[in-house]
């Protein structure tokens, strides 16, 4: 008596025609377990009723009938009308019944989805340095201002990294399995070895640098086979790209080149000019740089400075050029 009972009340309600009494009683139908079944077989009476598109694909032709159903089930209030508490309840019993239905329906034409494995950032503020041990062993030292960037299955399918900024690299030796980074249209292929690869995005060049080992670069997204594009450096080597005019140059490591010894607190550039140097300092200190003339930015510089404040590195600088400067907090202003 009570399941016919309640598939009137339930047929009046999708009508709109219920008495508040009768709103009452259904409600207390809807809260008992024993009249699930019939709650199942009229929701899903109003899903056979409900039309199909035509030139819809089957998933939108899905979505549009149950938006239909539970426009039915749960319309838009009218004036002076209050939405009920159970009506939520409704909703939510007729999407766990329709899902298995929806998914026998279209499972046919539903693609099976990629295992896409989940990637992980590690950043570096500037002012700030990171030392990371992975999987296999590799010691990664990132620079201020970097990021580097690598799968959950590193160490099990690859050995693959993407870098933005500077790290330098104690690779764990895999013939199975080499090493690779990626950075700014730079990739370093190695199977074990210790390199300085940088590739800051707002730079002109990307660099790398061999301490020990064996390494391969080159331009990403082409062929191993163009020679020209690809060079093996030796222990004391680095290799320079210039970004606007798609060259790579080899060359040796000089003694000032800061391959790696930022590691050690040691700031250094060889023949930096000053707008180069500026970048360096923001990074290494997490501060603004102004120039209040360009032709400033074109000083060059060459120097070593062991774990020093960046006033005491400015007052060093001004023995080699004329400049002055003064220091607001967080900025640098260069006169």
Same mark, same amino acid.
């Given at each position: ?86 009506? &939520? #309840?409704?909703?939510?019993? @007729?999407?766990?019944? *329709?899902? $298995? ?6 499972? %046919? ?113 082409? &062929? #191993?086979?163009?020679?020209? @594009?690809?060079?093996? *450096?030796? $222990? ?6 210039? %970004? ?92």
């Amino acid at each position: 008596m009570k399941t016919s009972r309640l598939s009137e009340l339930v047929g009046k309600y999708l009508e709109g025609n219920l008495s508040d009494a009768e709103k009452k009683e259904l409600h207390l139908l809807m809260d008992s377990p024993d009249n699930r079944t019939e709650l199942e077989k009229r929701f899903l009476q109003e899903w056979e009723n409900t039309e199909y598109d035509k030139g819809k694909s089957s998933d939108e032709q899905s979505r549009l009938r149950i938006e239909r159903v539970l426009e039915k089930v749960h319309p838009k209030p009218k004036r002076n009308t209050y939405t009920w508490p159970w009506l &939520s #309840v409704a909703c939510f019993l @007729l999407l766990c019944l *329709l899902i $298995p239905f929806f998914w026998q329906q279209g499972s %046919k034409e539903v693609p099976e989805v990629a295992n896409v494995p989940a990637r992980h950032e590690v950043h570096t503020a500037y002012g700030q340095k990171k030392t990371l041990r992975m999987a296999d062993g590799t010691i990664i030292f990132l620079n201020a201002g970097s990021t580097l960037e690598y799968t959950d299955d590193f160490s099990r399918k690859n050995r693959k990294v993407k870098l933005t900024g500077e790290a330098y690299f104690e690779v764990s030796t895999d013939k199975n399995l080499p090493f690779i980074v990626e950075g700014q249209g730079i990739y370093a292929h190695v199977l074990g070895t210790s390199f300085n690869f940088r590739a800051f995005e707002e730079d002109s060049e990307v660099a790398v640098a061999l301490e020990s080992g064996a390494l391969r670069v080159g331009k990403l997204d082409e &062929s #191993v086979s163009d020679e020209s @594009l690809f060079a093996t *450096l030796k $222990p004391g080597q680095k290799m320079i790209y210039h %970004k606007a005019a798609g060259k790579i140059a080899v060359r040796t490591i000089g003694k000032l080149d800061a391959w790696g010894i930022w590691r050690n607190e040691v700031l250094a550039f060889d023949s930096k000019s000053f707008g180069q140097v500026a970048l360096i300092l923001e990074r290494w200190y997490d501060v603004k740089v102004h120039f209040s003339d360009s032709k400033t930015k074109s000083f060059r510089f060459t120097g070593s400075f062991d774990n020093l404040s960046v006033n005491r590195v400015l007052d060093l600088l001004k023995k080699g050029h004329h400049f002055s400067y003064r220091i607001e907090g967080k900025n640098i202003y260069i006169e």
